[in-house]
């Protein structure tokens, strides 16, 4: 169990691996990455959620909980070098165009595989949600808009009506499902691969979905919606650092309807990633407490409030009926209750070094205050690399980290990130978790995500990987603290 023995691992997104054509995607490279991971004395691989993303690539605003972004699909299998080249993946100058050009390379693998592979069990196996998935997707690029401005019937999912609609559509809906089957059975190997090797896969399970999702549309009641449109939104109240707070925007739960469901939404995406996972994190778990909701014509978050989120109930069922081990991301406004629901499941929480030190006060972020069963990291993928952070200028904050780690004032950022590495290796957390940014001492360009920041997130990807021997270096980490299990 994740709890209970020492382990260290890499944050390193399947996009982000590298790649001669595009983005990273479920290829070759993933099995060169997991072999040195295993080199690196590494046995934890921390992926971001695979979730399709719906608006400026973010894999947190996704249009399902359940299907795999179509983008991963690796079409150098499918096609050759004279298909491929009227497609240009190599030359795009940022991921959205990259995303436009794969899914013409896509349709055309789609006529080629379509009648090479028997979908049914994969099909019956995820009737739960692939039909619908497929049927959104498919309603979408028909008529160019939001579920809620999908004609009525379809909009209302009239039995009769989706019945006509799966005859009427049945190639491209059977399209849909055959990229999910292909992208399935590659991960499954891939995922197979890493676990043989000693590697767990740590993946990342978004709280909230867009209204605009194959989520919502198949299981409307599940929301507070009214009209098809949401009552409240979800969102973060106004701080030091936005005082009009954050307007995310997705729909909140109707935890009444729920909890009446037995938690079936819930139960179902659980099952869902507990077969792409070993791990998952619970993002934004402070909402299962309480979470904050703002009503949805307002536009800004300063007139929001805070509702009783389903608390141990919501967190019970979703142990129990997930197969996985679960961590929760217990960041933000972390209240006494939130420590207490974590605590009464033996859930792991996580611990960001670079929150450490802001000020010259004790924190439980510090190493020394760690607990054992915790995840650590330097920083995620929405904070600063350490040595963009360290380039900033902020010498106090500087001078912290170094006071710290027992460092002469004069030594220069690089040393400060071995410190900050071997210091986290050293801690009493039971896992630790690195970025690839901050195990290659990669400065601000290598930042994955500048929370609202609107544009150009999610891009940073690797050129190349280091060799071996950058690798054994920490194999002799894990050795030394202990963390080759």
Not at 317 to 340: F, Q
């Amino acid at each position: 169990m994740l709890g209970n023995c020492r382990k260290s691992g890499v944050l390193l997104h399947i996009t982000s691996l590298p790649s001669l054509n595009g983005w990273g995607k479920f290829s070759k490279e993933c099995y060169d990455f997991i072999g040195l991971l295993k080199i690196g004395g590494f046995s934890v691989w921390e992926v971001l959620p695979f979730s399709p993303p719906l608006l400026e690539n973010s894999p947190y605003s996704t249009y399902s909980s359940f299907a795999i972004n179509p983008n991963f699909l690796d079409v150098f299998q499918y096609l050759t070098e004279s298909e491929l080249s009227s497609f240009d993946l190599s030359n795009c100058s940022n991921l959205s165009e990259y995303s436009s050009k794969i899914q013409k390379a896509i349709k055309l693998v789609c006529e080629k595989e379509r009648d090479k592979h028997d979908l049914t069990k994969f099909v019956r196996d995820n009737k739960y949600w692939i039909e619908d998935f497929a049927m959104f997707c498919v309603a979408k690029d028909i008529y160019k808009s939001p579920w809620y401005r999908f004609p009525e019937k379809l909009r209302n999912r009239q039995k009769s009506y989706l019945e006509k609609f799966k005859k009427d559509y049945k190639k491209e809906i059977e399209d849909v499902i055959l990229i999910q089957y292909l992208l399935d059975h590659k991960w499954k190997d891939i995922k197979a691969y890493a676990n043989k090797q000693g590697v767990k896969i740590f993946g990342d399970a978004p709280f909230y979905v867009e209204l605009d999702s194959a989520d919502v549309w198949a299981n409307k009641n599940s929301w507070k919606l009214e009209n098809d449109k949401p009552k409240l939104v979800a969102g973060v109240l106004p701080d030091y650092f936005n005082s009009d707070g954050q307007l995310w925007g997705y729909p909140v739960y109707d935890y009444v309807y729920l909890e009446k469901n037995n938690y079936e939404y819930f139960v179902k995406k659980f099952k869902r990633l507990s077969k792409l996972y070993d791990i998952v994190r619970l993002d934004h778990f402070v909402a299962f407490n309480k979470y904050y909701a703002i009503p949805s014509n307002h536009k800004n978050a300063k007139r929001g409030k805070w509702y009783n989120g389903a608390k141990e109930k919501l967190l019970k069922k979703i142990i129990d009926s997930a197969s996985c081990e679960i961590v929760a991301e217990d960041l933000g406004i972390v209240t006494d209750d939130v420590i207490k629901l974590k605590n009464k499941f033996y859930t792991p929480g996580i611990k960001v070094l670079l929150f450490a030190f802001d000020n010259d006060s004790d924190n439980m972020y510090k190493p020394h205050n760690y607990e054992k069963n915790c995840v650590a990291y330097i920083g995620t993928h929405d904070n600063d690399t350490l040595m963009g952070l360290l380039s900033t200028g902020c010498w106090d904050k500087i001078n912290r980290f170094k006071r710290y780690f027992q460092m002469p004032l004069e030594r220069g950022n690089e040393e400060v990130v071995n410190n900050a590495i071997i210091n986290l290796y050293r801690s009493s957390a039971n896992t630790v978790i690195f970025t690839m940014q901050d195990l290659l001492k990669l400065g601000s360009e290598a930042r994955m995500n500048v929370p609202g920041k609107a544009k150009g997130n999610w891009e940073w990807k690797l050129k190349n990987f280091p060799d071996e021997s950058f690798f054994s270096k920490f194999c002799e980490l894990s050795d030394l603290y202990a963390r080759n299990n």
